[in-house]
């Protein structure tokens, strides 16, 4: 047991959990904090708003598969946290939130920047702390990344009042925490799994619908053993994108509001889906009363309270997936061979309906459109460069027409749809992987709402490319109004402000305009050998639309494929 | 009706996290009353709840889910003994009607707490359903005041747990 202030304690527990990065910003209720974060070997690197902090946190932890950390102020500081923290819960992201809290005499009086922060976050985080006492600091740390990493991953806060940080006592970092009120399941019940083998061999139509639960449990190899081992195609829903190679013959690619149409037609001709790590949200599948109404469903999941949630189940693995599937795999006998002519006619429809539907669906004719634009970038990206997204007709596109290869190397804001989010989430998974390209898919709507992070990845060294298809517009919300509200516009139109490249610029990074698919090719080139942040500014025509959509309160069957 | 029977972390802030639960996942609550148990550092919530049988799996998965949660039985009218306390306040100007109110408790096995020259308070303890017998018995003689507990309970017979 050493002696050393509650703030000194906070930064000797970080170590111990091995943190690399801290992402923040300093104020009053901190000071303390930031004082031990001299005296430290992690990384602090600044923000220019929390939410960015958060952000950053979030895209660190989806790479890194290991909880980020962030740090803020009390009042205004924490409450600009929230968005980011609220993000993570959505998509099942694992980050430490350590805010500032003014000193306990002060709690409840409402005081110079106090907010209840964990009144305010209680419903987007797993848990929250706040020490009495100095001494709990420690225990409280451990907790902390234990909560926030095992089981369903999710955000933790820690909200440590000033006079609690400045508190000299002894401290005793403990090498063993127990979580009386939390079990996270870890072994699935094999009955289960056997009653999930038998309806799967048994199936004549099946599907695999490959969630982000394959991606926050790295079940990429055993998610791949199984589709082949069965010829099972496999959809993905915009969360788990990349939990399977898209480039794979078994590949159809994201199912839901915005997902592949020959992928969305084959779910609704199958007789069994194995939903791997999915929650079957309203913008996966639609109508939840239509949704898999005469078919089998199979559900494996890590959370026992995704299970019914929005959609009753045959059988349910309750698990971390990536061992479930290695149990599953297990039974499968060895000398099983799937009725081949059915297999056969079943690869044969999935061939048919994405010619189908590459031959239906039309580009627009400028020469550069947003999915030539997407299309190239994969051409010229490494296939285990990163890739995030902003939020809107970007992230749409994104889903439909980049391609990932490499499983786990994309992410989005999938469950909160966050504007702005893309962009410091970019500069979060560099510091995970900085030997590896880091591309941001925006529109200008969100990269405004962030753009402010320049700063953060130029001067900190964390490069990333932000690939900005410019419309001028709030484009998602544009086409619902051109589509749905008889082409009334209101509050969509940002009118080429700012110049990007000026923008760019001003802050050190490089930029470019590109007006051709020749500048675009020798613009991506030139941004992933390039050391220093870029944005390449790709001018579209505003009234590119995203297909093929399902409407909001339709079932898939009701697939909107072009104008 | 249900009634939850839930062993918490006896710690400040729990019961905001368990009733913010039902207000954002949509879930109804009929009542809820907590107190300590038999352990200082537990606390034991009863939370009765009218709903389906599969908003009631949600309910309890969910409430699993909470940290402070350590332990949640599902009791019916059958497995469990379940009570309220009610103080039932009547108007009772003369005294025929202060005796027929008296009566009444005796019947209910109420006891009279307060009596005044114009009131009448009366305290019942049973099921719900007994308190909303008696309320409708003597509703009559112009109810004033209630105030309910809400329902406190406990499994019949032994349970095993290791707490």
């Avoid at chain 1, 430290?40 to 909880?67: N, P, T, W």
């Avoid at chain 1, 199912?255 to 194995?274: P, Q, S, T």
């Avoid at chain 1, 880091?438 to 992070?453: C, K, L, P, Q, R």
Wanted: with cysteine; net charge negative; charged share 25%.
């Amino acid at each position: 047991m050493s002696e050393m202030s509650g703030a000194a304690a906070l930064m000797t527990a970080l170590e111990k959990e091995k943190v690399e990065y801290i992402f923040g910003l300093p104020g009053g209720a901190n000071l303390p904090i930031y004082d031990a974060l001299v005296d430290s070997k992690i990384r602090h690197i600044l923000v220019r708003h929390e939410q960015s902090a958060a952000h950053m946190a979030d895209g660190y932890a989806r790479i890194k598969r290991k909880a980020g950390v962030c740090f803020a102020t009390s009042g205004p500081g924490a409450t600009n946290l929230v968005t980011g923290i609220a993000t993570a819960y959505a998509d099942s992201s694992p980050i430490i939130a350590v805010t500032g809290q003014v000193a306990l005499p002060m709690i409840g009086k409402d005081a110079f920047q106090e907010t209840d922060i964990i009144g305010v976050t209680n419903p987007c985080t797993k848990y929250a702390f706040q020490p009495r006492h100095a001494s709990e600091i420690p225990e409280m740390v451990k907790k902390s990344f234990y909560i926030a990493e095992s089981g369903r991953p999710g955000p933790v806060l820690l909200d440590i009042p000033k006079d609690v940080q400045q508190q000299v006592t002894k401290m005793e970092f403990p090498d063993y925490i127990k979580v009386r009120g939390y079990n996270p399941v870890v072994d699935a019940d094999l009955s289960e799994i056997n009653k999930a083998c038998e309806m799967l061999l048994k199936a004549e139509k099946p599907i695999i619908m490959a969630g982000g639960g394959v991606i926050l449990s790295g079940a990429f190899p055993e998610l791949q053993a199984l589709a082949e081992l069965l010829s099972i195609p496999v959809v993905t829903t915009f969360k788990g994108k990349g939990a399977f190679p898209e480039n794979h013959q078994l590949a159809l690619g994201p199912i839901g509001m915005h997902g592949h149409a020959e992928a969305n037609k084959m779910v609704l001709e199958a007789d069994c889906i194995v939903a791997i790590g999915a929650r079957f949200s309203d913008r996966t599948v639609g109508r939840f009363d239509e949704f898999g109404k005469d078919i089998n469903v199979i559900h494996f999941d890590v959370d026992p309270a995704e299970i019914g949630k929005n959609k009753s189940v045959n059988a349910a693995v309750i698990g971390d997936v990536k061992s479930s599937l290695r149990s599953l795999i297990k039974l499968i006998p060895k000398n099983f061979r799937t009725n081949e002519e059915i297999s056969k006619l079943w690869l044969a429809r999935k061939r048919e309906l994405v010619n189908y539907y590459e031959d239906s669906i039309k580009d627009y004719s400028r020469e550069i459109t947003a999915k030539k634009a997407l299309k190239k970038l994969r051409e010229l990206l490494p296939a285990e460069g990163i890739v995030t997204t902003e939020v809107g007709q970007c992230q749409m596109w994104a889903s439909l027409h980049f391609d990932v290869i490499s499983p786990g190397t994309f992410f989005s804001s999938t469950g909160l749809g966050t504007m702005g989010f893309g962009f410091p989430a970019s500069i979060g998974a560099k510091a995970a992987r900085n030997d590896v390209p880091v591309v941001d898919i925006a529109g200008d709507g969100s990269f405004s709402m962030t753009e402010n992070s320049l700063a953060v990845s130029v001067l900190e060294d964390l490069p990333v490319i932000v690939f900005l298809l410019n419309n001028q517009m709030l484009g998602m919300v544009a086409q619902w109004q051109r589509t749905f509200y008889n082409r009334r516009y209101s509050g969509v139109h940002q009118k080429n402000c700012p110049d990007y490249c000026k923008l760019a610029e001003s802050y050190g990074a490089q930029a470019f305009r590109v007006s051709s698919m020749d500048e675009l090719d020798k613009a991506i080139k030139n941004s992933i050998k390039s050391d220093v942040a870029t944005v390449i500014d790709i001018p579209i025509d505003p009234d590119e639309d995203v297909y093929p959509f399902v409407a909001p309160g339709t079932g898939l069957k009701d697939m909107i494929i072009g104008a | 009706m249900y009634i939850l029977s839930v062993i918490v972390e006896n710690k400040p802030g729990v019961l905001f996290r368990i009733t913010n639960l039902f207000r954002s996942r949509n879930f109804n609550i009929e009542s809820i009353t907590v107190g300590i148990t038999e352990k200082p550092d537990l606390s034991r919530m009863t939370i009765t709840t009218v709903s389906d049988v599969k908003t009631l799996e949600q309910l309890v998965k969910q409430l699993q889910k909470l940290i402070d949660v350590i332990q949640i039985n599902v009791l019916n009218k059958e497995n469990a003994v379940y009570r309220e306390l009610a103080l039932i306040k009547m108007s009772a100007k003369d005294p025929t009607t202060r005796i027929e109110i008296a009566n009444f408790a005796t019947i209910y096995r109420g006891n009279i707490m307060d009596i005044s020259n114009e009131t009448i308070t009366v305290e019942i303890i049973g099921t719900p359903d007994k308190i909303d017998a008696f309320k409708n018995l003597v509703s009559g003689y112009g109810i004033l005041q209630v105030a309910r507990t809400g329902v406190s309970a406990l499994p019949r017979g032994t349970i095993d747990d290791d707490l």
